[in-house]
């Protein structure tokens, strides 16, 4: 089973930078960059390494920014990688993806178990069972560790 995380409003608060909206439309990669954990992220390594010893892999799909060119899509990859190295130094995650804004995450499934954690409802729904919201990411992983 593949454990997926969003980024962007799930484990990073993007939208709590401020003026990050003006900031994406100028082609603008701080609020990547300067984007505050959205949970306890040493708790969440922890249970993540748990998960991997019981034989889960982790990954992430994160969306490139909706204001987008190729120069702007390298330096937001450069600035997400920079960012999960930063917050989340022992996790060797077994996927990263980050991909055109909008292309739908489901794609990435492989299997009906796979797990996804995204703060956007319309991800969840098109991911079907096991798709969760941000709030219940130490609960469900407390459920498979």
Not at 13 to 27: C, D, F, H, K, T
Not at 49 to 70: D, R, T, Y
Not at 125 to 137: M, Q, S, V
Request: proline share 5%.
């Amino acid at each position: 089973m593949m454990i997926w995380f969003d980024m962007d409003g799930t484990i990073a608060n993007l939208y709590g930078v401020e003026n990050w909206l003006p900031m994406l439309r100028a082609y603008d990669p701080t609020p990547y960059a300067n984007a505050v954990p959205m949970l306890r992220l040493s708790r969440l390594a922890y249970m993540i390494h748990k998960a991997q010893a019981n034989g889960h892999e982790v990954g992430i799909i994160s969306w490139l920014s909706k204001c987008s060119n190729n120069e702007y899509d390298a330096t937001v990859t450069s600035a997400k990688y920079e960012w999960l190295r930063k917050h989340l130094p022992s996790v060797e995650f077994d996927e990263i993806h980050i991909v055109p804004y909008g292309l739908p995450k489901q794609n990435f499934k492989r299997s009906d178990d796979d797990i996804l954690f995204d703060d956007e409802e319309r991800n969840r729904t098109n991911w079907g069972d096991n798709a969760y919201t941000e709030k219940e990411i130490f609960e469900v992983l407390k459920s498979l560790a």
